[in-house]
């Protein structure tokens, strides 16, 4: 294996990030020579819709000219006070709130709005955890945990419908 077949596997498995809203001169410098093969954003990253998608337009672009393979373009954007894009997209109601409507369709539609503002945005991969359980739930005598169940899937198989 040649050294730069191994920066490129090596790169492949890398996710990382940086401060500001345009692609700082040293990032640039880290996809050409390290072969960085993924891009993870923050709050700090964004300023606007557009701003955002021409941003993640530029890293794609980067990335591809020095790897030949599309990027992942990732976000935690779960939803509630966990959002990056609340300034810019729609507000959400966190994921206690969903869950306590006890309707997976409620799940669903959410992770479908979240969807469609990533993908329109450029990112192609939430890191969104797919339930967070807190332990006093478990307390009660109740169908919670399979309303996580139902309420997991549901954010899954949205998010999976608007490819994101």
């Known amino acids: 294996m040649t050294d730069s077949q191994l920066r490129l596997l090596i790169g492949q498995r890398l996710a990382v990030g940086f401060d500001g809203t345009a692609i700082p001169d040293e990032f640039a410098q880290l996809v050409r020579d390290c072969k960085v093969g993924n891009v993870i954003l923050f709050r700090r990253n964004i300023e606007s819709f557009e701003q955002i998608r021409e941003l993640n337009g ?10 030949g393979l599309e990027p992942y373009l990732m976000l935690d954007e779960e939803c509630g006070s966990v959002s990056r894009l609340c300034q810019i997209g729609t507000t959400t109601p966190c994921a206690m709130a969903i869950g306590a409507t006890g309707k997976v369709d409620n799940a669903y539609e959410v992770a479908r709005i979240i969807g469609q503002e990533l993908r329109s945005t450029g990112f192609n991969l939430n890191l969104f955890p797919l339930n967070v359980i807190h332990a006093s739930i478990f307390t009660r005598k109740s169908i919670i945990p399979f309303l996580l169940l139902q309420t997991g899937l549901g954010l899954c198989m949205s998010s999976e419908a608007v490819s994101c």
């Not at 530029?58 to 790897?67: F, H, M």
């Open 58 to 67: 530029q890293l794609r672009e980067l990335v591809i000219a020095q790897t």
